[in-house]
């Protein structure tokens, strides 16, 4: 992780965000010794998920047409997943996502529908009756993307979930078990654990002190001592010390493993290259327990939909695909899990050549341990007269973002009490968990 102005004001800031969580985890630390990975995949703008994953069923198909318009989805290039959602639906994929094909057939792969931020089970009835509770800021993208991940009630913390959850387990290398390929990010702030931001082409190194012998003691020493009187100049000092360590360990952790070539070289690809790189030094970095998060950009389609979707989904497909295919070969898919989130989907309807804000959206998970012979979730009518039709195509989701993070939480080994702390809401459902996994 190289040392910049902006990781030093951030380490500073860490300082004082405990005192913003209102329900503290346990203090006793878990120690597994399985390990396990979780990979979150954000795709940033809303991704239009009503074009990204499509029903096949003549009726359901039939409203989503309506809805869209010129930038509906030929049926003859909806893929069967072979998945079904709830009645029995068969689930399609647009057909830019074709490489993800083998993997829902071979049932390493599943979708998530119509999830989203929601505070209870919500209809349009009780929006009009004012007798549901909503979540603050829909639509809006910063604080919705700060709601997947914090949970939909904790939004104004500046700790994750992530962040909080690594809280809980015992540490002892010399790295973060944080990682983050798409620059610092609140999920993976937590109150004592910090996350590394990396490069998707590798780690940063400090060339100018690698001339010298014994930089860290030498020279340059004086800047890494802690005994300064003053505050930020102990924070400064410690901040380079654990900067220059932890970027020494990193570099020699993944000597041994090099870019496989096995990812595409897009920008996705990248960053799941150096992830891969990452879960393969677990042992050397001594990490049973590791948190990812990457990034693509582009997804709030506005205009020019028909031509940038598809070239989106594209990549994302291709990545994720070559991802799975990797950890496959390698004996690593039981313990990584792979999951797209966006911080909401469009609306059903089209506006003259994109789509607006919506609220509901699908996602896709992959890995070992999904449970992958169905699809979760039903699909939504975008009929215009349906109960989850709000403002004019804002489809309300029916799965609550809460509900798949804390199923997250579950799988990755933390308490349940403490996955109620931190998810609340998961308690006004009839089921806490979705059993994707």
Not at 137 to 145: D, E, G, I, Y
Not at 295 to 314: C, E, K, N, R
């Amino acid at each position: 992780m190289k040392l910049t102005r902006r990781n030093f004001l951030k380490g500073s800031a860490a300082a004082t965000a405990s005192g913003l969580v209102s329900t503290p985890l346990a203090a006793s630390p878990l120690s597994p010794s399985d390990h396990k990975a979780l990979v979150v995949v954000f795709l940033f703008g809303g991704n239009d998920a009503f074009n990204t994953i499509i029903p096949l069923d003549r009726k359901y198909y039939r409203a989503y047409r309506r809805a869209r318009r010129d930038l509906k989805i030929p049926k003859e290039n909806v893929l069967n997943t072979t998945l079904k959602a709830g009645s029995r639906i068969k689930v399609g994929i647009n057909d830019a996502m074709r490489p993800l094909m083998p993997h829902f057939r071979r049932g390493d792969a599943t979708v998530l529908l119509n999830s989203g931020q929601l505070i209870e089970p919500t209809r349009i009835q009780g929006i009009e009756n004012n007798t549901v509770e909503l979540p603050e800021f829909l639509m809006a993208h910063n604080l919705q993307q700060d709601m997947w991940q914090t949970g939909t009630s904790n939004f104004g913390s500046e700790l994750g979930w992530a962040g909080r959850m690594l809280d809980r387990f015992t540490n002892t290398s010399a790295a973060p078990s944080l990682f983050s390929l798409f620059g610092e990010n609140k999920l993976m702030r937590g109150e004592s654990v910090r996350q590394s931001v990396l490069k998707p082409e590798g780690v940063g190194t400090y060339p100018s002190w690698g001339q010298l012998d014994g930089a860290s003691d030498g020279y340059f020493g004086h800047f890494m001592e802690e005994g300064y009187e003053n505050l930020y100049s102990r924070q400064y000092a410690k901040t380079m010390r654990d900067g220059v360590l932890e970027n020494n360990f990193l570099n020699t952790a993944l000597t041994d493993f090099p870019a496989s070539g096995n990812l595409p070289e897009s920008r996705l690809g990248q960053q799941l290259g150096m992830v891969e790189r990452l879960i393969q030094a677990r042992e050397a970095l001594g990490q049973n327990r590791q948190v990812f998060f990457v990034g693509m950009g582009g997804f709030d389609t506005h205009h020019d939909q028909a031509s940038v979707h598809p070239v989106l989904l594209q990549e994302l497909a291709e990545s994720l695909s070559a991802f799975q295919n990797s950890l496959n070969d390698k004996g690593l898919s039981d313990s990584v899990t792979t999951i797209t989130m966006s911080e909401f989907g469009r609306r059903a309807q089209a506006n003259e050549t994109g789509t607006d804000h919506g609220w509901g959206g699908h996602q896709i998970v992959l890995g070992g341990s999904v449970n992958g012979d169905r699809a979760y979730g039903r699909f939504p009518s975008l009929r215009p007269n349906s109960s989850l039709n709000y403002e004019n195509g804002r489809i309300i989701p029916t799965m609550a973002a809460d509900r798949v993070n804390a199923s997250l939480c579950r799988w990755f080994g933390l308490p349940e009490d403490d996955i109620f702390k931190m998810f609340p809401n998961t308690r006004n459902f009839s089921r806490p968990y979705v059993d994707f996994i």
